[in-house]
């Protein structure tokens, strides 16, 4: 089990989920729009209450949602449960997929983390992800100390997901505001084989 330093539940309970959108990451679109993203089975880590999950379900996606707070599976649990969606409760660090997915979509998930567990994290999503499939990552910068948020800085972030096992855009994209005041750095990594 991972150490917990957030009582994510309890933010929801109390409605302070700054990180929140109101409507899906602008760059979702994009990776759709571009066909980055194409429907097959996809991962949302740490999904929470956000709209991404039912957006990819209405594009035909399949799509599995994990968190570790109950009362945003079920928010998830009624927004894609009627679409086939899975959802489930349950720690990342003690979860493990039947097989690999087409892709993994992680929004302000890693930077929730504490940086002590981005090792053990990356290492994860290496195996969630299938050889030939995308990790579509929005690295939150935040230019500070502390968090969560944690600052990914996109050096560290290099080293966490290596060229040899990931092939990263050049140039990366333009930086997305978030609506907290920061940005977040948008990524399509392509998993390459082990
Ligand atoms: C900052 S929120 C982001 C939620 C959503 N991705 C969004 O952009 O609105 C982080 C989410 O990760 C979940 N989370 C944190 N640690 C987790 C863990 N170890 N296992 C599963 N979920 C976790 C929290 O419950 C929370 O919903």
């Known amino acids: 089990?991972?150490?917990?330093?957030?009582?994510?539940?309890a933010k929801y309970r109390q409605g302070t989920?700054?990180?929140?959108?109101?409507?899906?990451?602008?760059?979702l679109a994009g990776w759709l729009a571009d066909g980055t993203l194409r429907p097959?089975?996809?991962?949302?880590?740490?999904?929470?209450?956000?709209?991404?999950?039912?957006?990819?379900?209405?594009?035909?996606?399949?799509?599995?949602?994990?968190?570790?707070?109950p009362s945003a599976v079920a928010f998830q649990q009624g927004r894609i449960g009627p679409f086939g969606g899975?959802?489930?409760?349950?720690?990342?660090?003690?979860?493990?997929?039947?097989?690999?997915?087409?892709?993994?979509?992680?929004?302000?998930?890693?930077?929730a983390l504490s940086p002590a567990l981005w090792d053990a994290?990356?290492?994860r999503l290496a195996r969630?992800?299938?050889?030939?499939?995308?990790?579509a990552v929005l690295f939150m910068q935040t230019n500070g100390e502390g968090g969560p948020p944690f600052h990914c800085d996109l050096?560290?972030?290099r080293e966490l997901f290596p060229a040899d096992s990931w092939t990263w855009p050049a140039p990366l994209p333009a930086p997305v505001a978030h609506p907290s005041g920061l940005s977040e750095q948008p990524a399509a990594l392509m998993r390459l084989s082990a």
Not at 1 to 9: A, F, N, R
Not at 93 to 109: G, H, K, L, M, N
């Open 1 to 9: 089990m991972s150490p917990l330093p957030v009582d994510w539940e």
């Open 17 to 27: 989920t700054f990180w929140q959108r109101p409507d899906s990451n602008p760059a």
């Open 40 to 69: 097959g089975r996809i991962l949302l880590p740490g999904a929470g209450q956000g709209a991404e999950p039912l957006d990819l379900a209405k594009a035909g996606f399949d799509v599995t949602v994990v968190d570790i707070a």
């Open 86 to 111: 899975h959802v489930l409760l349950a720690d990342l660090f003690a979860w493990e997929p039947d097989a690999p997915f087409d892709a993994v979509y992680d929004q302000t998930c890693l930077c």
């Open 121 to 123: 994290y990356a290492a």
């Open 128 to 135: 969630w992800v299938r050889p030939g499939g995308v990790l």
């Open 155 to 157: 050096g560290r972030m």
